[in-house]
């Protein structure tokens, strides 16, 4: 296998395009990181997206922006694994390069939720999960992860302490030019919000937003950030048929994976960007990444180890509750995100001499996870 | 949601039936193609109709074509046998909801697909009255 490298990276601040379509923002955020990259020919295109073809009444999205960047004729597909469709179409981009097919790979994710009224993104989001059994029920994600939540709390946490996920990553976003929400959170205000789903709060679920982010891959040559691991795994659909509902096997696996691939341990990694679109799903991935031990995530978040100068940073730019979530697009921009304080390049949110980020995505209640670890030449 | 893709889940729905495997004895809820131990040969399996709450949780604000019944509770339930399954628990405030409450299949209507679809059904739970 070929070592591979990030050339570039680009990117949109998330919120909603009215005026503007889906191919639109995807060919922003290409061209951005095709420029950052330095102006180099892509020799193929992953598109991640999630929800287009109900959103948008749109499939086959690949033809679609290759087309839409002015390349028809370039091979590109896109990929979906519902909310882990970015870190998964990372993944696959990667093998693409790795492996001595293609040379320089663009890996670009969009949706734009915007489109449609929030009971339709409700509905789309529980299109991650099995439909005749669970989706049938009436659950929805909030509610699978508030199931979880409450089972949290029962042996390991206070309701304030898993809030903080929420409060940190507000806390991280302050000042963040492509967040959707960069302004800071009381605990207060989370634990005072309406029910969503008991015990979730409002203020503790990622919002509804649109967005793009691009990255282009290339063979790693002595310079720059390398993709030092790079996996993925599934687990069983349901909540039902796992031994332990608390322990996030797919991240589990995907990370054990990818660490071994990069030859590090949880230690070694200097910040992480996870997957907090609920808070709870937040507290689990730090455990199942072997960032927290069982049972003890909320309590280091509600501490100071997640913050940026504390001793694991944890989503630097303000996660999926404050820098946004925008389903298919979401594990892209945590790539980026990592990529850019590994190049030292993240401003006010620089973690200082920054050498191993990850970046963690998943999708339905983690029923599939993509762990990616970049790492700074000279490591 | 279509006729067939309805009527082929009549029997599971209306009946908890599952899967035994008939190599390594594991069973499914709903029934799948293949066990984890490789096989792929299966019996029918009736689950219990009792059981008690694991964990659970209150929808309020449900996906398309459940506002109606907002807000529910929606449970993670071991049944008797010990197989798990989710479901929504009715006949219930959700306040009084409680981990280890005792509840019963029921047969009950699900959603309808507007008014000239499906009317569509399938089992909830209540709590057992002792």
Known sequence: MRRVAVAGVGFIPIKEYWDRSLQDLFAEAALKAVRDAGGTEVDSVYVSNMSGSLMQDQINLGALVADSLGKPGLPAVRVEAGTASGGVAFHE????????????????????????LPEVATTAMVMSEE??????????????????????????????????????GHDHSVGCKHAQYPFRMSIDRA???????????????????DGAAALVLVPAGESGVEVAGSAVATDCCSLTTRNDPLVFDAVKRAAEKAYRMAKVKPGDVDLAEVHDDFTIDGVLS????????????????????????????????????ARGHPLGATGLYQVAEVTLQLRGAAGDHQVPGAEVGLAQSMGGVASVSAVNILRRFGK | MSVPRYWRNEVPRYRLMGRICKACGARYFPAKPVCTCGNAGFEDYKLSEAGEVVTWTVIRSP?????????????????????????????????????????????????????????????KFRPVVE
């Open chain 1, 93 to 116: 981009a990667v093998k693409a390069v790795a492996s001595g097919y293609s040379d320089c790979v663009l890996v670009g994710g969009v949706e734009k939720m915007s489109d449609v």
């Open chain 1, 131 to 168: 439909q005749e059994y669970t989706a049938y029920t009436g659950v929805t994600q909030a509610g699978l992860s508030a199931m979880l939540h409450r089972l949290y709390l029962d042996l390991y946490a206070e309701p304030a302490e898993v809030g903080m996920m929420a409060v940190k």
């Open chain 1, 191 to 209: 634990m005072d919000s309406p029910m969503e789903a008991d015990p979730i709060h409002t203020m503790e679920c990622s919002g509804v937003g």
């Open chain 1, 286 to 321: 730090l455990e199942a990444l072997g960032l927290a031990k069982q049972g003890e995530a909320a309590k280091l978040v509600a501490g100071n180890a997640t913050d940026k100068d504390g001793k694991i940073p944890v989503n630097t730019f303000g996660g999926l509750k």
């Open chain 2, 63 to 123: 996906p398309l074509g459940y506002e109606r019944y907002a807000p529910y509770v929606v449970a993670l339930i071991e049944l008797d046998d010990g197989m798990r399954l989710l479901s929504q628990v009715v006949d219930v405030d959700p306040a009084e909801v409680r981990a280890g409450m005792r509840v019963e299949a029921v047969f009950r209507k699900v959603r309808e697909d507007g008014p000239s679809g499906i009317i569509q059904y399938g089992y």
